[in-house]
């Protein structure tokens, strides 16, 4: 069960990865639940591709990078990789927004026979540079970009 709770965590770490930038992916058009949507979808674009500093440029605040640097992002994504080889967004749901905040309920696939599916996912956002980022408030370098409740 340790080691499930660890794919579980590997998951939302690259969810929180995408919690290190700024950038316009994702910021303009529709809805702000529609552009939360489309972040989120970045984010997991980003993990996918390994691409670290697309993640820290486009889908977490500027101030991401006092904390996370491009070669730290990129080990803590080469290490998520190696335990979730492919997310997908399953479902995104209880989109609540607050003012410049929001969280959404993120469910992924995670591409990994052991965990097929993380349980839902708190992803904290804020609203920065006109577009919707990953929240990286509580973020202690990369290492501490796991969104709340992920164990």
């Not at 979808?41 to 500027?62: E, Q, Y």
Request: net charge neutral; hydrophobic share 35%; with cysteine.
């Amino acid at each position: 069960m340790k080691w499930v709770l660890g794919y579980a965590a590997a998951a939302a770490i690259a969810i929180a990865l995408a919690a290190c930038s700024s950038g316009n992916s994702g910021g303009s058009g529709g809805s702000d639940t529609d552009q939360i949507r489309s972040r989120i979808n970045s984010l997991v674009a980003h993990i996918n591709s390994g691409n670290a500093k697309a993640i820290l440029d486009d889908d977490v605040p500027t101030s991401a990078r006092r904390t996370c640097s491009d070669k730290d992002a990129k080990e803590s994504l080469t290490r998520l990789k190696e335990l979730t080889p492919k997310l997908s967004v399953k479902s995104i749901d209880d989109v609540t927004i607050t003012g410049s905040k929001a969280t959404a309920s993120v469910v992924l696939s995670t591409g990994n026979a052991l965990l097929q599916q993380t349980p839902p996912i708190p992803f904290p956002l804020v609203k920065d540079g006109g577009g919707w980022r990953i929240d990286t408030t509580e973020a202690n370098g990369c290492n501490g970009l796991v969104p709340t409740g992920l164990g």
